[in-house]
């Protein structure tokens, strides 16, 4: 203990550089620990939020929620027919640009057949700002 001790005192400037280093390398693995949690909570919540068992998109797209998927309507009657499902409804997400008081903004759409699965059963998730056009 005393020669540690010695040590620090003798490269005194060492020890303080070595301790806002390790300062903020443990800062930045932090911030990288939120920003990715947050990343994955985000994720689930909007995937979670419809209370779905199964999505059904085109074959070769990235899901519902990266990139628009089109499915006829006789697939999703096709699927409703299925042993073991309840009910089915067609929902889309969309990203669109749009100009709101001469100010830019992204707005996050999401489109439902009002009469079937899918639309009231939406919940917003939680931290978002959502908006509605009416008519």
Not at 97 to 113: A, H, P, V, W
Request: charged fraction near 20%; glycine fraction near 12%; proline fraction near 4%.
């Amino acid at each position: 203990m005393n020669l540690a001790y010695r040590d620090v005192r003798h490269n005194f400037f060492r020890f303080v550089l070595t301790c806002l280093g390790l300062s903020l390398l443990m800062a930045v693995v932090l911030a990288m620990m939120g920003i990715y949690n947050g990343a994955v909570i985000d994720a689930l919540t909007i995937a979670r939020a419809p209370k779905v068992d199964v999505w059904v998109v085109e074959a070769g797209t990235k899901g519902p929620f990266a990139e628009s998927s089109r499915i006829p309507g006789s697939t999703r009657e096709a699927v409703a027919r299925l042993q073991g499902v309840a009910d089915a409804g067609s929902v889309t997400y969309q990203n669109a640009d749009g100009e709101y008081n001469g100010t830019s903004r992204r707005l996050y759409i999401i489109g439902y057949e009002p009469s079937r699965l899918g639309g009231h059963r939406i919940s917003p998730p939680a931290g978002r700002s959502h908006g509605h056009i009416s008519k």
